[in-house]
Structures are given as C-alpha cells and as structure tokens.
C-alpha cells in the first residue's frame, strides 16, 4: 500500500501488546509484540490527547477511580497499540492510542473512552 505525503496513514503503526500494569488513568506499562518472535517487554506508554486526573492533590479520588476504570478495561489484556511515527514524550514513554477488541467486529478506542466517561479530558500535548 502506498501512502500520500501527508497521508494520515503515513507515519501510523499499530502492534499487538499485552498490558502489564496500569499506573493511571493515562499511562500504563505494556510488552509490545514486534513481529518474527521479536518483542519489546516494559514500556511505558502515556495515551495521546487526553489528561486524566493526578493521583496526588486534590484530584487524588478522581484519579484514582480514573486509573481503576482504565485498569478494568485494559489490565492483563491484549490491546492494539496505534503510535505515531514511534514517538515518544518527553518523559521517555511511547505516545499511543489503544484498542481493546470488544466483540469480533468491534473495537473501542479507550483513549476516547476514558474522555466520554468522564474519566479523563481531551488535551493536546507537542
């Protein structure tokens, strides 16, 4: 498959992962499943555009029902992690968006999740 300069498919990836640990309600740690028996065990991924509350502070409740909800969603599971031409923030973490496979035909976004459940906030980060 081509792709256009410019493409929003041009500098996409997507790998299978399992999830080993959720330490809020945006980051969690995953091993990332290469290809050819190749993996990349550990890595931290922080999920793109949204914001969950700290577990610090006075957002403390809140972010901890975020962090639980995220880990009841994607905790020990399987996931498709989508990246960005593999960047990375600058606290070192992959930045990603992840599916979570529902039924057979259908997949939730849990980046968008995490927002319309009132778990998180849409936030754009450069």
Known sequence: ??????????NLYHYRAVVVSVYDGDTCTVD?????GAWLRGEKVRLMRI????????????GRASRDYLRSVIDGKEIVLQTVKDRKGKYGRYLGEIWVQQTTSKWLNVNDAMVKTGRAVYRSYE
């Open 51 to 62: 914001n969950a509350p700290e577990l610090r502070g006075q957002s403390k409740v809140a």
């Open 1 to 10: 498959m081509t792709t256009r300069k410019n493409s929003p498919l041009q």
């Open 32 to 36: 990332i499943d290469l290809g050819l």
